[in-house]
């Protein structure tokens, strides 16, 4: 038989590791039903490179606008997201949108931290929130047993500069002191809701996508963005209930909290 077309939402698909992952979702590793591509300004400049993708895959791929900082965007892609995926609900929300501000403590300001914040910790949880019922939809109508991406899950796009391990080693060169309380915060909203949501099989895990060549990343990193999305989308694919409230690194490797 042949397997259950998967949906799955991504958001900040416009550029860097979101639209790879968009790129490589339309060859694999999930028998890919739906694909819903969000980001800030669907017209704008951009967005490009993404509406090209869509308009060769026009079955596959929706755009769909969403600010992951902005509660109101957030409801009405979920309804909007509802109407079309209907009873078979959403498999796999991929909260990859993120905000970074490079500075050390004494830089840091009100502003960078309310960004970091909101975008990157309110913006997973309002997304958990929010499209939680179109998540028990999936999990319900999956005949799956356990928990996988096939069936519910949420997985975001952390980072290893959110490890409280990491900061002795790499706070030198690397200081983003409101990034890095972000990424611990939205590391551990995830082991909130891995653990409260359970028993509704819906799967959380924690990816770090390594060093990457983004506009975030820059030139300097380890990796491009293929690479890193082809093991993130393989460590996705793998999930089951034993990776529930994990963090992962790219290759699959456990990173420390
Ligand atoms: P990027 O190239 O700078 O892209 C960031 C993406 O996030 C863009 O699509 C951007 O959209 C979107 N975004 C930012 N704020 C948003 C908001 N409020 N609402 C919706 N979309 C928003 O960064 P990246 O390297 O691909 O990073 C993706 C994720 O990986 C982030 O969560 C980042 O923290 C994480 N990460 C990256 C690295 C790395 O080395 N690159 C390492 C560790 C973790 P616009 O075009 O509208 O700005």
């Not at 979920?78 to 609900?89: D, F």
């Amino acid at each position: 038989m042949a397997a259950k077309p998967v949906s799955v939402l991504i958001t900040g698909a416009n550029r860097g590791l979101g639209l790879e992952m968009v790129r490589q979702m339309l060859a694999g590793p999930f028998p890919l039903g739906k694909l819903f591509a969000c980001c800030r300004d669907p017209d704008g400049p951009r967005a490009e490179a993404l509406r090209t993708l869509a308009k060769k895959h026009p079955n596959i791929i929706s755009i769909i606008c969403l600010d992951a900082a902005d509660l109101c965007s957030i409801k009405q892609c979920a309804k909007q997201v509802g109407s079309l995926v209907g009873t078979g609900g959403l498999n796999l929300l991929i909260n990859n949108a993120g905000f970074l501000a490079k500075g050390i403590l004494q830089e840091t300001n009100a502003e960078d931290m309310q960004k970091s914040f909101n975008t990157n910790v309110m913006g997973p949880m309002n997304m958990i929130k929010e499209f939680l019922p179109h998540l028990r939809t999936a999990a319900k109508a999956s005949t799956m047993q356990g928990m996988s991406s096939c069936k519910s899950a949420v997985v975001t796009i952390s980072s290893q500069m959110g490890s409280m391990e990491s900061v002795k080693w790499s706070y030198s060169f690397f200081p983003a002191v409101s990034y890095r309380i972000s990424k611990a915060g939205v590391n551990i909203l995830t082991l909130c809701a891995a653990e409260e949501l359970k028993k509704d099989e819906i799967l959380f895990s924690l990816l770090h996508p390594g060093w990457v060549r983004t506009d975030m990343g820059g030139e300097e990193g380890d990796i491009d963005a293929p690479e890193s999305v082809q093991g993130m989308l393989g460590v996705m694919a793998s999930l089951t209930e034993k990776q529930n409230g994990a963090f992962l690194n790219y290759k699959g490797e456990t990173i420390p909290w």
